[in-house]
């Protein structure tokens, strides 16, 4: 079994590099990964960004097997790199130059994430538990007003993820080479957070709406 590797961003500018890299993360499964013709395009994209932020050199970089993703660690300050994709890797550096030297940003993202997480997953049970109270004459203004603050209170929590990820998704782009192709890579991702962000805000006022009907 292949075993992470380590390196500094700098590294990953030396194609013998980048060819340890793909032995270790090829066989992973993911419609976003790819073969050792995106070695080129990967050197080329470190070369370019380390060539605007000189400092991004030395930011760690861990490559994982079985790690169908990428991403930016910033509690250590380390990438974590999964895929062979030089428009996600892109999208990882944005967050990188976004976030690395921010402790207030990131403490802001963290909250913005465990509250999406959190929501998520107690809005189908809160949904239905106050669909049952709506039927009840006497709280169903409260359950009302309940269901819509949490609407804007995940909306309202859910904004810096999506304003991040769509500010790191538009710097990849505009650095790629291949536009398009980086946004066929990226937007799936981006679909999937704006997907979550919208569900419980959804889930709520649908439970409104049904027992309004009612």
């Known amino acids: ?35 050792l013709n995106e070695l080129p395009a990967i050197k080329r994209i470190v070369e370019k960004y380390i060539l605007n932020h000189p400092e991004l050199a030395e930011i760690p970089v861990r490559v ?21 994709n030089s428009s996600v890797l892109s999208h990882e550096l944005e967050h990188v130059l976004s976030v690395a030297d921010s402790p207030l ?30 039927h009840m004459p006497e709280s169903s203004d409260l ?37 398009i192709d980086a946004i066929k890579n990226l937007l799936p991702a981006y679909a999937s957070y704006v997907k979550n962000s919208a569900t419980p805000i959804g889930l709520y006022q649908l439970a409104k709406y049904i027992n309004k009907k009612d």
């Not at 963290?110 to 669909?131: C, D, Q």
């Open 143 to 179: 359950v009302n007003k309940a269901f819509d603050a949490l609407s804007i209170a995940h909306g309202v929590g859910s904004l810096p993820t999506l304003y991040e990820e769509g500010k790191a998704n538009l710097g990849a782009v505009w650095e790629s080479e291949d536009k």
């Open 64 to 84: 994982l097997p079985n790690f169908p993703n990428a991403s930016f660690n910033f509690r250590k300050n380390e990438l974590l790199l999964g895929l062979f």
């Open 1 to 35: 079994m292949s075993q992470p590797l380590k390196f500094t961003l700098g590294n990953l500018t030396e194609e013998d590099t980048l060819k340890k890299i793909y032995v270790v993360v090829s066989k992973t499964k993911s419609p976003y990964n790819r073969d």
């Open 105 to 134: 940003y990131q403490g802001l993202l963290e909250k913005s994430r465990m509250l999406s997480n959190l929501s998520g997953r107690f809005t189908l049970p809160v949904s239905i538990g106050g669909a049952v109270k709506l």
